[in-house]
C-alpha cells in the first residue's frame, strides 16, 4: 500500500514557464513534507520541506504548498531552467515523538525542462 | 557534495554470498538511516540509528543487518544474497535531535549492489 503516491511518472517543461510536481498522501501521521531532486548516478538532494502546520513555504524558484484537508503536496518551479532536469520525489516523515524522521518516498516523477 | 560518504560505489557478488556497505555520516550528525532503492518500489526505508542504537526499522529483511559504531559510521550487512536484492543502497545521515524542527537528511550516493 503506497502511502505517498506521485501519480505523474514524467513531466515536460519549457525552460521560463512553471513547472508543477504533485504528490499524494493517504497517513495522517505524516508531519512533515518534503521534496528531494535527483540526478543519475547521485543520491537524492534535498530541495525543500514544508510542516503540517504550514500551507505554503518558499525557498527562491521552488514553492511547496500543502492541502491537508485533500493530503495533497505540490512543488512549483518557477521558472524552470535546463538544470532542473532530474526526478523528483516527495517524501514524507513522521513526527518526532515516533523517535525517528524516517521518510516515505513516493516513486518519482521525472521533469524534463527543454530550452 | 553531501558530506556523506558511502563505499563501495559498486559490488558486483553471486547469490547466497554476504557483503557489507559502508558509510560515513556528516561531521556531527548522529543518525544514519538506510534506504534501498529498487526499480520497481521506489526508495524504501531500512533502519536507522541514532548514536549507536537502533531506533526505527522499517521494511528491512531479516537477512539483512546494520550497526553504528562508536565513530558514528554504520554498516550494513546483507546475507544469503539473493537476485531480488539487486538495488541502489543509499544511507542518509542527519542530526537526528528534537530540536523543534525537522532535520533533513543528507543522502550519500549509494552503493550499487548486483546479485548474479
Known amino acids: 500500500d503506497q502511502q505517498v503516491k506521485q501519480n505523474s511518472p514524467s513531466l515536460s517543461v519549457q525552460e521560463g514557464r512553471i513547472s508543477i510536481l504533485n504528490c499524494d498522501y493517504t497517513?495522517?501521521?505524516?508531519?512533515?513534507f518534503l521534496w528531494y531532486k535527483k540526478y543519475p548516478a547521485e543520491g537524492p538532494t534535498f530541495l525543500i520541506s514544508?510542516?503540517?502546520?504550514?500551507d505554503k513555504n518558499e525557498d527562491g524558484r521552488f514553492t511547496v504548498f500543502l492541502n491537508k484537508s485533500a493530503k495533497h503536496l505540490s512543488l512549483h518551479i518557477v521558472p524552470s531552467q535546463p538544470g532542473d532536469s532530474a526526478v523528483y520525489f516527495c517524501?514524507?516523515?513522521?513526527?518526532?515523538?515516533?523517535?525517528?524522521?524516517?521518510?516515505?518516498f513516493g516513486k518519482g516523477t521525472k521533469l524534463s525542462v527543454i530550452p | 557534495d553531501s558530506g556523506v560518504t558511502q563505499t563501495p560505489k559498486h559490488l558486483i557478488t553471486a547469490t547466497g554470498q554476504r557483503v557489507t556497505l559502508r558509510c560515513s555520516p556528516r561531521?556531527?550528525?548522529?543518525?544514519v538511516y538506510w534506504y534501498q532503492q529498487s526499480l520497481d518500489q521506489g526508495l524504501q526505508f531500512l533502519i536507522q540509528?541514532?548514536?549507536?542504537?537502533?531506533?526505527a526499522k522499517g521494511n528491512i529483511l531479516e537477512r539483512f543487518s546494520a550497526q553504528q559504531f562508536p565513530d558514528l559510521h554504520s554498516e550494513l550487512n546483507l546475507s544469503s544474497l539473493e537476485l531480488g536484492d539487486s538495488a541502489l543502497y543509499f544511507c542518509?545521515?542527519?542530526?537526528?535531535?528534537?530540536?523543534?524542527?525537522?532535520?533533513?537528511?543528507?543522502f550519500g550516493p549509494g552503493t550499487r549492489l548486483t546479485v548474479l
Open positions: 540509528y541514532y548514536n549507536g542504537e537502533e531506533r
Open positions: 542518509a545521515s542527519s542530526v537526528g535531535l528534537n530540536s523543534g524542527g525537522y532535520n533533513e537528511q543528507f
Open positions: 561531521s556531527g550528525d548522529l543518525s
Open positions: 514544508i510542516s503540517s502546520i504550514k
Open positions: 497517513n495522517s501521521m505524516f508531519d512533515y
Open positions: 517524501a514524507a516523515s513522521p513526527a518526532w515523538e515516533a523517535g525517528s524522521y524516517q521518510l516515505t
